[in-house]
């Protein structure tokens, strides 16, 4: 690699990681307020916390990186562009293919490093989240506080008389079940006792109550019951005991063992799961490469708003396209791979017609005159006879 390919790289590089930080942070931001939740009402620990945020990095990491390959790339183009580097290249005779070579690299390590996640680490770190994530449930359920209203599992509000510390019997017990929002049930026992199922979740064993229930018509339904077994759907510890893992838990070659399998809904589930984890990978080297003929593209009239837009643009069209194969081929109406490659093949054809015509001088008007349109719309409204410059 010579200098100056060593110099395309460092640059893009750093933004690449700047926009991966931001951009993670940004996505991760509204989970990471849930789980404080757990903190500040739950005395959960900050240690337990700090486990489970970490859990979710990869995960959030692999959404973020397509997005950051273009984006950094496009900001660190613009900046030279802005400079006038990108014109001193273009007049020494570097030519848009010498330019691809460490770009290309740079995409090629993200979309690597986005497979290995997908692979690996982000079906481990959903399990053990998972597993800590129940036992934390459980352990809450367990130390329910008498004569106040809980919320420690989702969708259920549990208040309870008294607690017998020897027999772990929950006495007095007043659950609303909202759950199934269209269908709340509220439950009342004069005790319950927290045991596990087969498959290892948390259900409450309630005995000497009665159900009730507001049905759609109007009318009001009564259940007096002897027992009832009310499921939590959380896990009772840490360990696999009779749990499955998730579609999203599994690692690829028990995916393939799924696909192979006679249960054709989880055959279709994985087959969907196993063509998403190539997908983003492959959207990260294609979004990555298609940054540098859009980056080039940008002079000094257009800025970097090209490539803000460009990359916004970019991005919608072509996550739109893969939601909306999923959700087709999720439907059964199309097979996985239809619903994952024609997009990617789409984006895969797009970015070589924009990476040969940019190298044979053309620009893309479109883009520009889109560039424009947005710039000169706050100019628009601020003009004294505009509604916002009358107020002002």
Known sequence: MNRLSRYLFIECAIALSSALLILTLLVMLPRILNLVDLWVNKGVSINVLGQMILLLIP????????????????????????DSEMVVMKASGVSLYQMLRPIALLAGICALSAL??????????????????GALLSSITLNLKPQTFSHVVPGLTMYINGHD??????????????RQENKPVTLVASS???????????????????????????????????????KLG??????????????EEMSMSSLETIIDS????????????????????????????????????????SGRSYGLV????????????????????????????????VPTFMMASLT????????????????????????????KLLRPGSAIGKKS
């Open 310 to 341: 460009a990359a916004i643009l970019t991005l919608i069209i072509h996550f739109f396209l893969l939601s909306l194969g999923e959700s087709i081929a999720n439907k059964g109406l199309i097979s996985p791979i239809v619903g994952y490659g």
């Open 59 to 82: 995960q959030f990491i692999v959404s973020a990186l397509p997005m950051a390959a273009l984006t950094g790339i496009l900001l660190a183009l613009g900046r030279l562009s802005q």
């Open 262 to 301: 006679d249960d054709l809904e989880q055959s279709q589930k994985a087959r969907l799961e196993w063509h998403r984890r190539w997908a983003f990978p492959m959207a990260t080297l294609l979004l990555g490469v298609l940054a540098l003929p859009l980056g080039v593209q940008q002079s000094h009239r």
């Open 116 to 133: 290995l996640l997908e692979m690996v680490w982000v079906p481990n770190s959903f399990h053990n989240f998972h597993k800590l994530r």
């Open 165 to 178: 510390q020897k027999t772990h019997t929950l006495q007095g017990m007043l659950i609303y079940d909202q």
């Open 352 to 379: 070589l017609y924009i990476l040969i015509n940019t190298a044979r001088g053309r620009q893309f008007k479109l883009a520009i005159m889109l560039v424009h349109l947005m710039a000169s719309i706050p100019l």
């Open 192 to 230: 319950g006792k927290l045991h596990h199922l087969e498959n290892g979740t948390a259900a409450l064993f309630l005995t000497d109550g009665s159900r009730h229930e507001q049905m759609k018509n109007g009318t009001y339904r009564q259940l007096k019951f002897a027992t009832y077994d009310l």
């Open 234 to 247: 959380v896990s009772l510890g840490l360990g696999d005991v009779g749990r499955k893992r998730g579609i």
